[in-house]
């Protein structure tokens, strides 16, 4: 059974739909490729700033209480994100006014005004100050972590930015970011609910069919993955717990070892029996959670522990998730733990099919990055997964050369040095 539809308007619009006739709700979604990665140092935070900007009206709705009222007579409330790699707009919609829905969308991307600049630069820099201590040092792990793994490219860089790019993005830089990259051929429309394919890709050309724009340039290649010496960064912060994130560079989702990297991130890190809760939580008692993250970019990639925990608690930790990667090295999953795993993971893909948001976001996601990956597409990589695969990937990965970590809060001086010897010693078998 097709999963998706999908026609390209003349302009180089994609529309896609996701059928799902027993909803009632849609979810209309828009796609852009562009985001951290396609910036400058001058330039940082452009992407996310511009998509700030598109909330503050349009030439059909001459604010931004206009455009969200409109979004509200559908059924909707818009919302967007900006990551390194792409900015999403979405909103649930009434499916009997899916058109309107497609119809705003439409005049957000086309026709923004651009309005109340200074307001919402304000509103971002108090965004950017929330990961900043009161010493104005970075604490956001997520964003230590990505100086160290891309030391010197914008992959290393928050999204968000920082305040001196900030405060110097001028309205002519928006505008010309928005020219550049907001273009129908840098552009997926996903609509997922109760649709007829045919009607949204008429509402499509309707309200988008005008709408032209050049190629987008491509975003900064990374070439750095050949295994770099381990780098730490701690960060003294106040409050009662330490911070620990440990960390994998990768190389990026196209690889031979995406799949498996998919699995070991469930086995890790996904619910009460993964390994990492089982060990730190269960059996140890030294964390209420710890988790596991996944990010793949088109050329790298990293795998992420992150958990907080006890001053004198942190080498401890820091031993145990490191005899679980030791564990990984050395020892195949047992098929019992395989299978457990597995079948998880094909409950939460049938479940997906359940939600509008996820269908729309999987189809779009895959068009605009050509990682086409249907629910079909994922089952039918799982079952292909060994343990001995696993272990392979782990041996290859998860090594000394590509691990990197942030230590962010009240550590005390003995503490790192504990920290520091351990990891100085890990040598996966």
Known sequence: MQEYLCNTLANGLRVISVPMPHHHSAEVLVYIGVGGRYETSRKAGVSHFLEHMLFKGTTDFPSGLALERAFEAVGGSANAATDSENTCFHSRVHPNHIAEGIALFGSMMQRPLFRDMEMERRVILEEAMGDLNESGRQINSDNIIATLLFPNH???????GNRPAIERLTLRQLQQHHSTYYTPHNTVLAVAGPVDHQQVVAAAEEYFGKWQGDKAPAPKAWSGFSGTER????VRDAGSQVSLQLAFLLPGRDSEHAVNLRVLRRLLGWGGMSRLMLR???????????????????????????????????????????????????????????NHILNCYRCDLDYSRDQVDEMALRYAWGELTGSHRTIADDLAGIDKVTAAGLRQTARELLTTTNLHGAIVGPYRTRDRKKVETIIAAWQPN
């Not at 914008?154 to 968000?160: H, I, N, R």
């Not at 780098?231 to 701690?234: D, G, H, L, T, V």
């Not at 990639?301 to 145990?320: F, M, P, R």
Request: glycine share 6%; proline share 3%.
């Open 154 to 160: 914008p992959l290393g860089k928050p999204t968000v």
């Open 231 to 234: 780098s730490f960064r701690w």
């Open 280 to 338: 730190l939580r269960e059996e140890l008692g030294l964390t209420y959670a710890v988790d596991a993250a996944l990010g793949l970019y088109a050329d790298a990639g990293t795998l992420a522990i992150d958990l907080a925990v006890s001053t004198e608690n942190l080498a401890k930790a820091t031993t145990a998730i490191l005899e679980i990667f030791n564990e990984l090295h050395a020892i195949e999953v047992t098929d019992d733990e395989l």
